[in-house]
């Protein structure tokens, strides 16, 4: 299958700092990606639609300015927490599909702890 | 109501057991079916993808979907310890985004 890159896999950064989450796709092309945000215990949430080019489509209550997303190239996409504070720790996984819009491949995930 | 519905379990089942993972929706424009594998703070994997009725198999995992009763199933044969995981059960169709179920977590005891 397809392989999706994410780094950094972990981060631990104190409240007010911005933290960048990168994702790749190493061996495709993604004009599209998508940002998931997942808790304990629950399944994941779609936050926003990456997409190259253009502005990324964010879902309902989703802070745009919270969590901005950039998609300048077609293997990349990135999403900045900006200002995290601890109640962002959490669990943040994209993916991107190949073949088929609906056939997804995940990256391996960034957990974030925000002190 | 979801529009995916998921028994969260946890599931526990001996080595060698034959495992049956199910999923019920509700939205007729789902023509799409996925199972996802997730190991604890991993990315879900990608296990199958299906878009017809009927089964289909790949080693010892079998996606069955029935549309008519809209409920699908993972089949998890001679399951393994290595098979212990959430599984996401994901469906898409029409413009609706892919939607996931909550997952069900496995562990298979040695």
């Known amino acids: 299958g397809a392989v999706v890159s994410q780094h950094p896999s972990r981060v631990i950064c104190k409240s007010g700092t911005s933290v960048k989450i990168e994702c790749r796709s190493l061996?495709?092309?993604?004009?599209?990606m998508f940002w998931y945000r997942q808790f304990p215990k629950q399944s994941l949430m779609l936050m926003a639609t990456?997409?190259?080019?253009?502005?990324?489509?964010?879902e309902q209550g989703v802070e745009k300015d919270k969590f901005l997303i950039n998609h300048a190239s077609l293997t990349l996409s990135t999403l900045t927490v900006t200002s995290a504070h601890p109640e962002d720790s959490s669990f943040y996984i994209c993916?991107?599909?190949?073949?088929?819009?609906?056939?997804?491949?995940f990256g391996s995930g960034t957990q974030l702890s925000v002190l | 109501q979801k529009e995916v519905e998921q028994d969260p379990g946890p599931l526990s089942v001996p080595e060698g057991a034959i495992v049956s993972l199910n999923c019920t929706y509700s939205n007729s424009a789902f023509q799409y079916f996925m199972w996802y594998r997730q190991y604890s703070r991993k990315g879900p994997e990608l296990l199958m993808y299906?878009?017809?009725?009927g089964n289909k198999e790949d080693g010892r995992f079998t996606a069955q979907v029935d549309k008519s009763s809209k409920y699908i199933s993972l089949f998890i044969r001679d399951s393994q310890p290595s098979d212990s995981a959430t599984y996401l059960c994901?469906?898409?169709?029409?413009?609706?985004?892919?939607?996931f179920g909550t997952g069900t977590k496995l562990q298979v005891i040695p």
């Open positions: 061996d495709f092309q993604a004009t599209t």
């Open positions: 993916s991107a599909p190949q073949g088929a819009n609906e056939k997804l491949f």
């Open positions: 994901a469906m898409a169709g029409g413009y609706q985004k892919v939607t």
């Open positions: 990456s997409n190259e080019g253009s502005k990324a489509t964010y």
């Open positions: 299906t878009y017809s009725s």
